[in-house]
């Protein structure tokens, strides 16, 4: 027990030291922490007065700003009040002019409108300047934009009855702009020494118009005598554009299509048969003719050959000579017929391809109507201009075809026919005869 005793004294004699130490560093640390929060806690305060003296400053801006904002918003009543009278007053003052301006700001723009693409407005920048205050003015125009106004009216009138020379940019036909002079005919039109010209307000330019037969330009307006009538485009151009496209003969030729072609090359065959057969019968008639004054001489020609037949054969019944002399009548109405057939046949084909054609433009055209809808009836011209050309040109094919069938046929039963009087006379002839001596044939 003693022993225990000793051993717990001398720990603790060894403790106490170390205790001793961390009792001391305990100390230290406190303090330290303490300094520490004393320093933050001075820091807070400063911070919490520099904030409160902030708040301050803007409480006091605040104040300020609502004084100024009550002061800001008696003068806006009070302007709204001013100008409200104001406008009182203008109201009452300008009275009719109000009215005034609304007829001179639509005058404006109606004169504007007149003025476009017109040659007589060239060269009036003072106008067009005025012009476009007065339509875009929200008030009373100015006394000086009035002035000009009424001034560059005066001075288009005053153009509008001269013929008088301008220099503009011109646009020929290959795109190309050059500076020109030329000649202005009033508010019609403007001339150059390639005819007409339109003028283009926008781009203040002229662009040449296509040339047509019987035209104007300068060098034959210059060499006029005072006095003469000339021909002009009081459209400005308008109808010289509708007559450059107008469609040639040509141009209506292409809008066939291969049905127009083939009617075309049926026509021109139809048309060599006739001025062949028509010249061969044109022959025939005059060897006819010939050969009538000449009986007893037999030549190379229809009548010929017949009389040949009555001449050959001088042994012969009345029975023979006379089928004899139809055989040789049926051979010569043969020659003169041959062709016609043909002929006949090309002018009934003709019509048919003629509808042929406007069945296939027809049937184009609503192919068109159902791709692109029939809102734009240029879309659908290529197929009815098809459809109306064809039946035109089988028409056209059809008649002359005709005509020349009718008269070649009618020349060939006359042919025929003095064959025939020829022939019957020769069997009446030979009827008479007594005995087989032949005597002299006259036919004249």
Do not use: C
Request: hydrophobic share 45%; aromatic share 4%; charged share 20%.
């Amino acid at each position: 027990m003693k022993n225990i005793s000793a051993f717990a004294l001398s720990a603790m004699l060894l403790v106490a030291p170390a205790s001793a130490d961390l009792v001391s560093e305990t100390k230290t640390a406190q303090a330290e922490s303490q300094r520490h929060n004393a320093t933050r806690e001075a820091g807070f305060n400063a911070s919490e007065q520099e904030l409160k003296a902030k708040l301050e400053a803007l409480k006091a801006q605040q104040v300020a700003l609502e004084t100024e904002t009550e002061q800001l918003s008696d003068v806006f009543s009070a302007n709204e009040e001013t100008l409200a009278a104001l406008e009182e007053t203008l109201r009452l003052e300008t009275g009719s002019l109000g009215e005034v301006f609304g007829v001179v700001r639509q005058a404006g723009r109606e004169v504007n409108a007149e003025r476009y693409n017109a040659p007589a407005t060239i060269n009036q920048a003072d106008m067009d300047s005025a012009l476009d205050a007065i339509s875009d003015a929200k008030s009373l125009p100015s006394l000086p934009t009035l002035s000009a106004f009424w001034k560059g009216m005066h001075e288009e009138l005053k153009n509008s009855g001269e013929i008088g020379s301008e220099t503009v940019s011109v646009r020929d036909n290959s795109g190309v702009v050059t500076p020109q002079e030329v000649l202005r005919l009033g508010n019609i039109g403007l001339v150059n020494n390639d005819g007409y010209l339109e003028w283009d307000s926008a781009r203040q330019q002229a662009n040449q118009l296509p040339m047509v037969e019987g035209g104007l330009n300068s060098a034959l307006l210059s060499s006029l005598p005072s006095g003469e009538l000339a021909l002009v485009d009081p459209t400005r151009g308008t109808v010289i554009k509708q007559l450059a496209n107008t469609p040639t003969l040509a141009d209506r030729f292409d809008q066939g299509g291969i049905v127009g072609k083939i009617i075309a090359a049926l026509l021109a065959v139809g048309l060599i048969i006739a001025l062949v057969r028509g010249f061969s019968m044109f022959r025939a008639r005059i060897a006819i003719a010939k050969q009538i004054k000449t009986p007893m001489q037999p030549g190379d020609n229809p009548l010929g050959r017949i009389l040949n037949v009555y001449r050959n054969e001088p042994d012969r019944s009345l029975d023979t000579l006379e089928l004899r002399l139809m055989e040789a009548i049926m051979d010569e109405q043969q020659h003169f017929e041959k062709g016609l057939s043909m002929l006949k046949l090309l002018a009934a084909l003709a019509p048919m391809l003629g509808l042929l054609g406007t069945v296939t433009g027809m049937i184009e055209t609503f192919q068109v109507i159902t791709q692109y809808g029939n809102g734009d009836p240029t879309i659908m011209a290529g197929g009815i201009s098809m459809a109306l050309v064809t039946t035109v040109l089988g028409l056209v094919a059809a008649i002359p075809l005709l005509l020349a069938h009718n008269i070649l046929s009618t020349q060939a039963d006359t042919l025929r026919g003095t064959l025939e009087k020829v022939g019957v006379s020769l069997v009446a002839e030979q009827s008479e005869t007594s005995n087989n001596v032949r005597p002299i044939v006259k036919l004249a």
